[in-house]
Nanobody
Framework: VQLVESGGGLVQPGGSLRLSCTASGFTFSSYGMSWYRQAPEKERELVAI????????NFADSVKGRFTISRDNAKNTVYLQMDSLKPEDTAVYYC?????????WGQGTQVTVSS
């Protein structure tokens, strides 16, 4: 199982970024996917989830109305569109999936929101 995130970077408050996570090593279209984030000295927190078909999504209260999660099963890729970014969104963002007995993680991508 391999999950590779991309798309992070430095953005000003109010700006947007789109993160991508490309998966391999399992049947991507059969599994739900999640985005988590971890800020310095804080615990990792769940940001967004999407089911295998892309028909159900849910978000942490802190990002509702600003973030969107989507997936392209033909490309084995899940996306996190982040709009109206705030400094408190600064964190390493990870994509993840649970394959029955183990949770797999990508290496993470840094998002920094600062003027």
């Amino acid at each position: 199982v391999q999950l590779v995130e991309s798309g992070g970077g430095l953005v000003q408050p109010g700006g947007s970024l789109r993160l991508s996570c490309t998966a391999s090593g399992f049947t991507f279209s059969s599994y739900g996917m999640s985005w988590y984030r971890q800020a310095p000295e804080k615990e990792r927190e769940l940001v967004a989830i999407i089911n295998s078909a892309g028909s159900y999504t849910n978000f942490a209260d802190s990002v509702k109305g600003r973030f969107t999660i989507s997936r392209d099963n033909a490309k084995n890729t899940v996306y996190l569109q982040m709009d109206s970014l705030k400094p408190e969104d600064t964190a390493v963002y990870y994509c993840s999936t649970y394959l029955g007995t183990t949770r797999s993680w990508g290496q993470g991508t840094q998002v920094t929101v600062s003027s």
